[in-house]
């Protein structure tokens, strides 16, 4: 069973590595990256971020959920554009349902949800009849940028 609320924002490492900074995530297996600056290592995070999500999306893999921060991490969120899809992947992964279900709770092909949870097509009121269809509702909220937080 999932929590009531899901957020894809990740605890990121990011440490002193020679003449630069690398990043590592402790809940994303082999998502690493670096950068010659802490801010170009932070932006480089979410994109390493991302990319491990869409890939698992891709492969219809499960992903794993943010742990809590230890004292020695940052918090990377995953773009919206790349959140909205995984999310709805994990709500529906952890009810146990399967793409084909969903669409038919949504009255659409399967093929439309399998491009919803790809992250083609995907728009906010498609969303909000997805979650709805998954047992969900959609917030959106906007949060200060923090030096350390993207």
């Known amino acids: 069973m999932m929590s009531d609320v899901i957020d894809l924002t990740y605890g990121a490492k990011i440490e002193v590595d020679g003449d630069g900074f690398l990043v590592t995530f402790r809940d994303i297996e ?3 990256t670096e950068g010659a600056t802490y801010e170009e290592a932070v932006f480089n995070a979410q994109e390493v971020l991302d990319l491990m999500l869409l890939d698992r999306l891709e492969k ?4 794993p959920l943010p742990s809590s921060f230890k004292k020695n991490e940052v918090g990377i969120s995953a773009s919206p554009e790349v ?3 995984a999310l709805l992947h994990i709500a529906r992964t952890t009810s ?5 279900d969903v669409a038919r709770t949504m009255g659409v092909s399967y093929q439309s949800y399998q491009r919803m949870e790809s992250g083609k ?3 906010m009121k498609s969303l909000k009849k997805a979650a709805s269809a998954l047992g969900s509702i959609v917030e959106i909220r906007l949060r200060k940028a923090d030096s350390q937080e993207i």
């Open 30 to 32: 082999n998502a690493f």
């Open 60 to 63: 219809d893999e499960e992903i």
């Open 83 to 85: 959140a909205a899809p």
């Open 96 to 100: 146990h349902r399967t793409m084909a």
């Open 121 to 123: 097509n995907l728009t």
